[in-house]
């Protein structure tokens, strides 16, 4: 009962953190039936969060056992679904406790429990598979083996693709793979279950890299985002697909090989490139302008529509600011008052704006019921959250609008300036077009 609630919450609060959620391959999951949901670990709590919301089955979660530490915790986080695994330094009898939570997991995928695993063990954020811990294999192959591999266990892969995670109103793609059946691998078991443990865990790390966007260089991150950033929206134009999320990850997939071939055969002109585009960048962030305006042919501003949209839009405006402003600022005051482990920071912010907005209005909510009914309180507190969306997406469009009339401005006053940085601009993509010819003629 208490994971149905929580849920529901989280997935409205998913909903207003971020800008757009984009999901692929969830009908891979089966009703019902043993399942391990294998994913990527960029965010710590968000990660789990998140899955928690896209995947309609009660999850069951492995999780740190250190934060299991009292009595009260251990019951309120296994009411959660959480199944605490020891590491070597929380416990000095981590191999027996976790002989049971393993007891424990066969027992779960018997009757059929879906369970959640970060294969990868620990959280960081960055774009790139650290290794994969063999726990998930072991589980698997330990459950399977119990039933004489009839039990029909399945594991998920999933990769899991953040704008940010720790940006308010940043993207995220949610990509599920095809499940990999654990009865392919008996007879390698059978004969022998190291070698059955490895391979498996070989093929689940195969298998969840190809879902999301992996760079293994460190030295390439940051020109891989400048690319993005610069190209993306021309590479958009040359395909069919439909769905934002999903297009954007298929080409950062291509954006980072096509990187790392030219990394690896003309180093120094992939250098020089990216001196040329970190100048371009910083370029258009002294003159507080985005590469979106250089980039249209023509700006426009829709007087009648612009005037319309915001005069019509006002009342709503103020009405979804004077009910969720309180709440919003409290949440950021808390947020950024807490100290916490990069790969936490997005998943706090969540769990800290969630709640407190449940307070404030529940605490607007029974005010509301001393001075109207309660049915007309109940109204007006489920108008709360759209307008709040509204409120954000009218500033969004109130600031962009600011943008596009400080671009103008700028247009009008130094037209030479904005001429050299289209010209700069059409350079940067004229050499990325020749790099991709070279790159795809040797695929």
């Known amino acids: 009962m208490l994971f149905s609630i929580l849920r529901f919450l989280l ?22 039936g043993p399942i391990i949901i294998a994913s990527n670990h ?24 250190d934060i299991f530490k009292t009595r009260f915790t251990a019951f309120l986080l296994s009411m959660l679904n959480m199944i605490p695994v020891y590491r070597k330094v929380d416990s000095t009898d981590r191999e027996q406790r976790n002989d049971a939570i393993f007891q424990k997991c066969f027992e779960h995928l018997a009757k059929g429990k879906p369970i959640l695993i970060f294969p990868e063990g620990t959280s960081k954020t960055e774009r790139k598979l650290r290794p994969v811990k063999t726990g998930t294999a ?30 308010f109103r940043s993207d995220v793609f949610v990509n599920f793979g095809e499940p990999i059946d654990i009865s392919e691998f008996k007879d390698i078991y059978l004969r022998n279950d190291r070698e059955a443990v490895t391979a498996l865990t070989e093929r689940i790390k195969a298998e969840m890299e190809n879902l999301f966007v992996v760079v293994e260089d460190e030295r390439l991150e940051n020109i ?89 839009g006002l009342p709503l405006f103020c009405f979804g600011v004077c009910t969720n402003y309180l709440p919003f600022k409290l949440s950021q005051l808390i947020s950024r008052s807490l100290r916490v ?26 005010g509301m019921t001393y001075w109207i ?21 009218y500033i969004r469009k109130y600031l962009e609008m600011i943008g596009t009339l400080k671009y103008l401005r700028l247009f009008m006053d130094k037209g030479d300036l904005v001429a ?13 077009e020749e790099g991709k010819e070279e790159y795809l003629a040797q695929r």
């Open 11 to 32: 997935r409205l609060s998913t909903k207003g953190y971020f800008r757009s959620i984009y999901v692929k391959g969830v009908e891979h999951i089966p009703d019902m």
């Open 42 to 65: 960029p965010s710590a709590f968000m990660d789990p969060i998140l899955l928690s919301t896209k995947i309609d089955r009660k999850l069951f979660f492995l999780t740190r056992g």
């Open 138 to 167: 072991r589980i698997a192959l330990g459950a399977e083996a119990l039933h004489e591999f009839k039990l029909g266990v399945k594991v998920i892969p999933v990769g899991i693709n953040y704008a940010n995670p720790h940006i």
């Open 224 to 312: 891989v985002g400048q690319i993005e950033k610069l190209y993306r929206s021309k590479l958009r134009g040359t395909s069919d697909l439909k769905d934002k999320g999903i297009l954007d990850f298929y080409i950062s997939k291509d954006i980072v090989m096509a990187i790392d071939y030219h990394f690896k055969h003309h180093p120094q002109k992939l250098a020089a490139f990216h001196t040329n585009i970190t100048a371009y960048l910083n370029g258009l962030k002294e003159l507080h302008i985005r590469d979106t305006q250089v980039r249209a042919s023509s700006l426009n501003i829709d007087v009648a529509r612009s005037v319309f949209f915001f005069a019509a």
């Open 341 to 366: 482990k990069d790969s936490f920071v997005g998943s706090i912010k969540l769990s800290v704006g969630m709640f407190t907005f449940l307070l404030v209005y529940t605490v607007q909510f029974l």
């Open 373 to 393: 009914s309660v049915w007309w309180a109940i109204i007006v507190l489920v108008s709360f959250y759209p307008a709040g969306v509204f409120s954000l997406m």
């Open 420 to 432: 050299k940085l289209k010209l700069t601009r059409q350079e940067l993509i004229d050499e990325l």
